[in-house]
């Protein structure tokens, strides 16, 4: 069976209106040392491509299926066939689930990891197949009414115990697929109200947790990359992991800094009141830049609308770090984005993925020229030129003191500051966008 009826997407050049072509994704294309391809390592999430049904709180799932009719278990079996398609015709190396994305769960733990025995198989022979690869896979412990109070920081030890079962099955699969990554992202741990929440027996717990997880991937020898994924609020009104920096100091805190890295979504960013590219720059900056889930939040809504990322601005900037990062490598960028519900076709998969792909291509290759002519990098250089000599240097390597500050300041007779030009800089960079040359 065919699930997508077109040939697989070819790159046309920016002059195309074949809206079933790439524009500026060249896979093979090099920039440097690496193709696009290598560059970019795109993944497909299962949840919003294969499973979601594209309802929201206010009306039912619109989302047209091939698989809709099927019995639980047939759905699972032919979103397997169907991703693998998908994959192909995309020409996407890399796929991310769920447990519960990949097949349905049972009444029992057992019933569950007996359903995820069958489809994993099924996975495994298709990767096998194609050569396809498994960037990460995660666990869902926040779905089931079972983590009202949360997984991992549930008040409930029974819950607890029932999601470490989980994770452990999850890293069982991780190692028996090869996922390049585990990820956790916070789910439900975080508390409704301080009212009635012992924060601080809830984080104790969630570094335990960590440390089993790290202790169980170790004992199977699964060597993949563990990811921390922040996000502010949503589901709960405060989740623990809110930012990199609180990620980062609850990482310290429990002696895990060298176990975790982050997985970093765009729209989590903003919804926590910051730029993709701060996130980006606070996790490279410090050595914790694992991998990306590529999508962008609408700018009027303040929820995480998990929108195709389309805003080459923001796919430049972000481009930028992941290069200055030395890439993501075993990181991607994964598709963490739906449709809008109003795109309920089988072909908006398609073509949501297109649009996305050319737009981080498209940011690929701004970024790439920008750090080629070093143009944030001679700005920067400028702006902070008083560091790189005299006093400046001392300050920089710790060499001097307040006394001896305090006497450079008396022989000081006007301090002149420059102006940053901030608007030139804006438009400078409209300009390598606009005159991006695709070489068509
Ligand atoms: C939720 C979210 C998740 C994680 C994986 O906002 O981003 O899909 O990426 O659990
Ligand atoms: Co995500």
């Given at each position: 069976m065919t699930y997508f009826n077109v040939d697989k997407i070819k790159y046309e050049g920016s002059k195309s209106n074949n809206i079933y072509s790439f524009k500026y994704y060249n896979p093979e294309e090099k920039l440097g040392d690496k193709t696009m391809a290598e560059h970019l390592r795109f993944s497909v999430a299962y949840w919003h491509t294969f499973t979601a049904d594209l309802s929201d709180p206010f009306g039912v799932g619109t989302a047209e299926r091939d698989w809709d009719n099927l019995d639980e278990m047939g759905k699972s079996k032919a979103r397997v066939e169907a991703i693998f398609e998908f994959m192909e015709k995309l020409n996407i190396e890399y796929f991310c689930f769920h447990d519960v994305d990949i097949a349905p769960e049972g009444k029992t733990l057992k019933e569950s990891n007996e359903n995820l025995d069958i489809i994993v198989d099924l996975i495994q022979e298709k990767m096998q197949q194609t050569g396809k690869k498994l960037l990460w896979n995660t666990t869902n412990n926040f779905t089931h009414e079972r983590f009202v109070h949360g997984a991992a920081t549930s008040s409930n030890a029974e819950v607890y115990a029932y999601a470490a079962a989980k994770v452990k099955k999850s890293l069982e699969i991780a190692k028996k697929l090869g996922s390049e990554n585990f990820v956790f992202w916070g789910g439900r741990e975080g508390y409704e109200s301080l009212l009635n929440t012992d924060m601080k027996l809830e984080l104790d717990?969630?570094?335990n947790f960590f440390k089993m997880a790290k202790s169980y991937a170790e004992e199977i020898g699964y060597e993949g990359q563990f990811l921390i994924e922040p996000k502010p609020k949503e589901p709960t009104s405060h989740q623990y992991d809110t930012d990199v920096a609180t990620g980062h100091a609850f990482l310290q805190k429990y002696g895990l800094d060298n176990i975790?890295?982050?997985?970093?979504?765009?729209?989590?960013?903003?919804?926590?009141?910051?730029?993709?590219?701060?996130?980006?720059?606070?996790?490279?900056?410090?050595?914790?830049?694992?991998?990306?889930?590529?999508n962008q939040g609408h700018p009027l809504l303040g929820w995480d609308t998990d929108e195709f990322p389309t805003d080459v601005y923001d796919t430049t900037l972000a481009m930028y770090e992941i290069l200055k990062n030395g890439g993501l490598n075993p990181g991607g960028l994964n598709f963490d984005a739906k449709p809008r519900r109003t795109s309920f076709k089988q072909e908006d998969l398609l073509l949501t993925h297109i649009a996305g792909m050319d737009t981080f291509a498209l940011g690929l290759r701004v970024a790439y020229?920008?750090?080629?002519?070093?143009?944030?990098?001679?700005?920067?250089?400028?702006?902070?030129?008083?560091?790189?000599?005299?006093?400046?240097?001392?300050?920089?390597?710790?060499?001097?003191?307040?006394?001896?500050?305090?006497?450079?300041?008396?022989?000081?007779?006007?301090?002149?500051?420059?102006?940053?030009?901030?608007?030139?800089?804006?438009?400078?960079?409209?300009?390598?966008?606009?005159?991006?040359?695709?070489?068509?």
């Open positions: 717990n969630l570094a975790f890295k982050f997985n970093i979504e765009a729209n989590h960013a903003t919804l926590a009141g910051h730029t993709f590219q701060h996130e980006l720059r606070y996790a490279r900056d410090n050595g914790l830049l694992g991998s990306v889930d590529a020229k920008m750090i080629e002519d070093n143009f944030f990098e001679n700005i920067i250089n400028k702006k902070y030129q008083t560091f790189s000599e005299g006093i400046g240097k001392q300050i920089v390597e710790g060499t001097t003191s307040f006394k001896e500050l305090e006497e450079y300041a008396h022989n000081i007779t006007k301090i002149e500051n420059e102006s940053d030009h901030l608007e030139v800089i804006k438009t400078q960079i409209n300009q390598y966008i606009l005159n991006i040359n695709n070489g068509d």
